[in-house]
């Protein structure tokens, strides 16, 4: 049997023997690297200024300061996102509000935008979720009608286009996150990036006011990501957490990544780790990663549309819906099942490892209660399914796992 975990880290050869040089040189923590990397990250976005973070979340939170709102202003965000994002607006000092997104593409829906807008409305964050970017034209219309500042959240789609356009150059700034499992790995970190002089003057202050971090935290960071990495590879899912899943798929729901996942709390104050800035060796990660980052997202491109034509037939499955003009990177392949769980089960027990609702349904949780409204769109996606589409995937990979789906599909009734 074939087994292909959910989830693969992008790398390139070489990469250990790298780390190790930069190890030995005495660079690991600061080198001429972090500011080459923000050079080159700038250069591919045809951006002036990019400013490296010891996580996107922290690029986010520097972007916010710098705007300089005055305190309590509101500030939008599709209620589908990772939880972290709402939680740093409100250790900024202001005040989410979250917008229903489109249940057919996952992201942020205009008219969504429109009902939630106040006099207090001050900032947009459209996030351009699973790799698809957000309908920018009618999102920027609305945000320029009333006064806003838009923050583009570009976690999961570095690379993706609209209208020719690389997200994150539609606003007045952008983040992107570069932890091992997303586009751009450099076992962690993140970027903010904007073409505003003053405004990245302020972020570049922000950012380079923490302190370095210790050589301790750098190895943990690299030890961390080459054992997440070994838990994903073929041999390493195979006799570590397949098993696992396989034999949980017996006893009701067998996903067992929450339990992996950081836990939903409060961020005020700011964790110490979070305290830190980008290193050198991250940064030479990026810079050996970042002139093959459209190659990678080809591959991803070329194995959804396998999916998105072998499961054109399959009536108990909706493929995701794409909009025009737009570039879809496939950082996840998210699909809507008749039986989610039923199918999730029947996939392990074949080998393949499907994800379960990979972000948060933010205005259901009960970290945001006092923020609480209804946005059905979002609450719809509750049982959405994510299929295995990363770049180091083989055809024969790809294959497997459109066969194991049309398989356990055939089942299922049809979608209502």
């Known amino acids: 049997m074939r087994t292909i975990a959910r989830y693969g880290a992008r790398h390139t050869p070489g990469s250990t023997g790298a780390i190790a040089a930069t190890i030995r040189s005495g660079q690991a923590i600061q080198g001429p690297a972090?500011?080459?990397?923000?050079?080159s990250f700038a250069a591919y976005h045809q951006r002036r200024h990019a400013v490296a973070a010891s996580y996107g979340r922290m690029a986010f939170y520097y972007i916010l300061k710098a705007?300089?709102?005055?305190?309590?202003?509101?500030?939008?965000?599709?209620?589908?996102?990772?939880?972290?994002i709402p939680e740093i607006v409100r250790v900024a000092?202001?005040?989410?509000?979250?917008?229903?997104?489109?249940?057919r593409t996952y992201n942020l829906d205009p008219s969504g935008l429109q009902a939630v807008l106040s006099p207090n409305s001050r900032a947009v964050v459209p996030t351009h979720l699973y790799g698809q970017p957000c309908a920018m034209d009618s999102i920027l219309g609305i945000a320029k009608e009333h006064g806003l500042r838009v923050i583009e959240d570009c976690a999961h789609a570095v690379g993706a286009t609209y209208r020719g356009r690389k997200v994150g150059t539609f606003g007045d700034a952008a983040f992107f996150s570069f932890q091992t499992l997303k586009g751009l790995n450099t076992f962690g970190g993140g970027m903010a990036l904007t073409d505003d002089d003053v405004l990245a003057g302020r972020i570049r202050r922000l950012a380079e006011a923490e302190s370095w971090p210790s050589m301790g935290n750098i190895l943990r960071k690299i030890a961390g990501g080459y054992l997440q990495r070994a838990f994903i590879s073929r041999i390493g899912f195979s006799l570590s957490l397949f098993p696992i899943f396989y034999l949980a798929s017996f006893f009701g729901h067998y996903d067992l990544s929450r339990f992996l996942w950081e836990k939903i709390r409060p961020l005020d104050p700011l964790p110490p780790s979070y305290r830190t800035r980008y290193s050198n060796i991250q940064a030479i990660m990026g810079l050996r990663l970042l002139p093959l980052l459209d190659g990678l997202n080809r591959q991803n491109q070329e194995h959804a549309s396998v999916f998105n034509e072998g499961l054109k037939t399959t009536a108990s499955i909706e493929a995701p819906h794409c909009i025009s003009e737009a570039s879809h990177v496939y950082y996840q392949y998210c699909i809507r099942a008749s039986d989610p769980a039923s199918l999730s089960r029947r996939a392990i027990r074949r080998g393949v490892d499907i994800e379960v609702m990979h972000v948060d349904i933010c205005n259901r949780l009960k970290l945001f209660s006092e923020f609480a409204r209804s946005c059905p769109g979002a609450e719809s996606t509750a049982q959405t399914l994510q299929l295995p589409v990363y770049a180091g995937l083989q055809r024969e990979d790809v294959d497997w796992i459109l066969h194991v789906i049309r398989e356990a599909a055939r089942e299922l009734p049809p979608l209502g």
Request: net charge negative; hydrophobic share 50%.
């Open 93 to 103: 000092g202001l005040r989410p509000v979250f917008a229903d997104v489109d249940p």
């Open 67 to 84: 705007l300089e709102l005055s305190p309590g202003s509101e500030v939008i965000l599709p209620a589908l996102t990772f939880w972290v």
């Open 34 to 39: 972090i500011r080459e990397f923000e050079q």
